[in-house]
């Protein structure tokens, strides 16, 4: 998925200071959230474009479906998926 949109052009957009989000971190981290979901639906997520979601849970996903996205935009290939549960 991520893959996929690495040569493709992307829009920033503005969070805060001096950060950004692309399309390719808020697709990714649909995804990521989808499928661990469907697999864990007691579950709490906390994601770092859309926050926290879920219920109170003793199990909580940390989603960073892009680590690097500034890597990523200038195209250089560091840049992984961190999806750990705490």
Same mark, same amino acid.
């Given at each position: 998925? @991520?893959? #996929?949109?690495?040569? =493709?052009?992307l ?5 805060? +200071?001096?950060d950004?989000? &692309? ?6 981290e649909?995804? @990521?959230? #989808?499928?661990?979901? =469907?697999?864990?639906p007691?579950?709490?997520?906390? +994601?770092?474009?859309?926050? &926290? ?10 989603? #960073? ?22």
């Amino acid at each position: 998925m @991520i893959r #996929d949109q690495f040569h =493709a052009p992307l829009t920033p957009y503005d969070k805060e +200071a001096d950060d950004f989000a &692309t399309q390719a971190d808020y697709a990714s981290e649909r995804t @990521i959230l #989808d499928i661990l979901r =469907a697999a864990h639906p007691t579950d709490r997520f906390l +994601a770092e474009e859309s926050g &926290t979601t879920g219920n109170r849970s003793d199990r909580v996903w940390l989603i #960073d479906p892009l680590c690097g996205t500034r890597n990523f935009a200038a195209e250089r290939h560091s840049w992984p998926s961190i999806s750990p549960c705490a």
